[in-house]
């Protein structure tokens, strides 16, 4: 089974530069997630989709940061403009189901390290 | 505030020793899951153990398992007969949300293994 797959595995932009990132989950995975993980913390969920619906996106800077999943497959998350903070690895995820327990696992991609110059 | 606080930045275990990582978090929900996660050098997050926080039992995996103590809200991880791909970054997490629907991570624990 082909895992989550990441575009482009590494981006260096100037700071005010708009970026886009792009995701794969696995096939059949209704729930897709994305993650900023700053370097020395933990993963923070930026936005969760089920299917093309957004579920949670309490945590995503509405006023820079964007994303969408058309058809309910694969997903794009953009910044615009960026800012030298959104320096970071962006860590997209699916599940088969939205509950994280049991048959809701997650499964994460390589991530995409992006460098604001 | 949802937290998850892993006191070891790092921890160092030689080939074949016993390690345990630990972790503690704060929920005031009652139903739950909590998870360790490994992430190498290569970025990949890897599943490796869970626990339902209404079991009891304490969770196993081969050589991981699990402390759990649901009252002092403390879920350690150890690794018996480390090897040398057990180096990576271990990050601790839990459910939460409407529908325990987001997972919110510790700051992890680099865990390095000497031959």
């Known amino acids: 089974e082909a895992g989550v797959a990441q575009s482009p595995r590494y981006k260096i932009i100037e700071k005010r530069q708009s970026v886009a990132f792009w995701c794969n989950p696995i096939?059949?995975?209704?729930?897709l997630y994305w993650y900023q993980q700053i370097l020395g913390q933990g993963p923070k969920l930026l936005i969760q989709?089920?299917?093309?619906?957004?579920?949670?996106d309490s945590q995503l800077p509405k006023d820079r940061f964007s994303a969408e999943r058309l058809k309910g497959v694969d997903s794009t998350l953009k910044i615009q403009p960026a800012k030298l903070e959104d320096s970071a690895v962006y860590l997209c995820?699916?599940?088969?189901?939205?509950?994280?327990?049991?048959?809701?696992?997650?499964?994460f991609g390589p991530g995409t390290r992006l460098t604001v110059l | 505030a949802q937290t998850v606080t892993q006191s070891q930045p790092e921890m160092s275990v030689q080939e074949a020793e016993t390690v345990t990582l630990s972790c503690t978090y704060d929920?005031?929900?009652?139903?739950?899951?909590l998870f360790w996660y490994k992430q190498p050098p290569s970025r990949q997050m890897i599943l490796v153990i869970r626990?339902?926080?209404?079991?009891?039992q304490n969770a196993t995996e081969n050589r991981f398992s699990v402390n759990f103590q649901k009252a002092a809200k403390s879920f350690s991880l150890k690794i018996s007969d480390s090897q040398l791909g057990d180096a990576a970054m271990y990050f601790c997490?839990?459910?939460?949300?409407?529908?325990?629907?987001?997972?919110?991570f510790g700051a992890g624990t680099i865990l390095r293994v000497k031959s």
């Open positions: 995820a699916s599940s088969l189901r939205p509950l994280t327990g049991g048959e809701g696992e997650q499964f």
């Open positions: 096939s059949g995975h209704a729930t």
């Open positions: 989709f089920q299917n093309n619906g957004v579920v949670d």
């Open positions: 929920t005031s929900e009652s139903d739950y899951y």
């Open positions: 626990q339902e926080a209404y079991k009891q």
């Open positions: 997490a839990y459910t939460t949300g409407e529908y325990g629907n987001k997972l919110v």
